[in-house]
T-cell receptor, first 113, second 114 residues
Framework: KAGVTQTPRYLIKTRGQQVTLSCSPISGHRSVSWYQQTPGQGLQFLFEYFSETQRNKGNFPGRFSGRQFSNSRSEMNVSTLELGDSALYLC????????????FGPGTRLTVL | AQSVTQLGSHVSVSEGALVLLRCNYSSSVPPYLFWYVQYPNQGLQLLLKYTTGATLVKGINGFEAEFKKSETSFHLTKPSAHMSDAAEYFCAVSKGDSSYKLIFGSGTRLLVRP
């Protein structure tokens, strides 16, 4: 099976702009989670979607939003970008067994200038 | 609240030496535990996981970890380090209650000296 794919791999934006990141999970996986990775804060959970519904949300401002489509693909949007939003954004696809095993994509490196 | 502590932000070993990366967790309920590895400019790759059953878990690339409930630990070991093991390693915990949120440690960067 193909792994989790994320597009684009790299993005450069300026403050105040908005950005949309895309994630395609492993075939058959219906749950997608998003994480932010920064040198200062480490890996932090953003939100999780299952069957097009957000089921869990981390402690991030409302500028961070997401959605999931009927084919399980997910998008994450960040509006009014700030310098501190520069990070590696990782998408994870959860296995269909009863464990919480998550498989990660390569990430999107967002740089805000 | 759950938390994960990884002792040592950097660990340096010689090639062929034992690798030991430490992870302690706090959880009010029996957790699921994971180790992930991250190579430069890449995502996270699952090394191994503990959910239920045998407390000694074997993973990929010769790594293993032992769940010790009494010590709330899940240390990662490998008998003989290889240069290709140089990477950052993350321990993670989830509650196992269908919350599906992973709490990560701060990571340990493993350096392997020739």
């Amino acid at each position: 099976k193909a792994g989790v794919t994320q597009t684009p791999r790299y993005l450069i934006k300026t403050r105040g702009q908005q950005v949309t990141l895309s994630c395609s999970p492993i075939s058959g996986h219906r749950s997608v989670s998003w994480y932010q990775q920064t040198p200062g804060q480490g890996l932090q959970f953003l939100f999780e979607y299952f069957s097009e519904t957000q089921r869990n949300k981390g402690n991030f401002p409302g500028r961070f939003s997401g959605r999931q489509f009927s084919n399980s693909r997910s998008e994450m949007n960040v509006s009014t970008l700030e310098l501190g939003d520069s990070a590696l954004y990782l998408c994870a696809s959860r296995s269909t067994d009863s464990t919480d095993t998550q498989y990660f994509g390569p990430g999107t490196r967002l740089t805000v200038l | 609240a759950q938390s994960v502590t990884q002792l040592g932000s950097h660990v340096s070993v010689s090639e062929g030496a034992l690798v030991l990366l430490r992870c302690n967790y706090s959880s009010s309920v029996p957790p699921y535990l994971f180790w992930y590895v991250q190579y430069p400019n890449q995502g996270l790759q699952l090394l191994l996981k503990y959910t239920t059953g045998a407390t000694l878990v074997k993973g990929i690339n010769g790594f293993e970890a032992e769940f010790k409930k009494s010590e709330t630990s899940f240390h990662l070991t490998k008998p003989s380090a290889h240069m290709s093991d140089a990477a950052e390693y993350f321990c993670a915990v989830s509650k196992g209650d269908s919350s599906y949120k992973l709490i990560f440690g701060s990571g340990t960067r493993l350096l392997v000296r020739p």
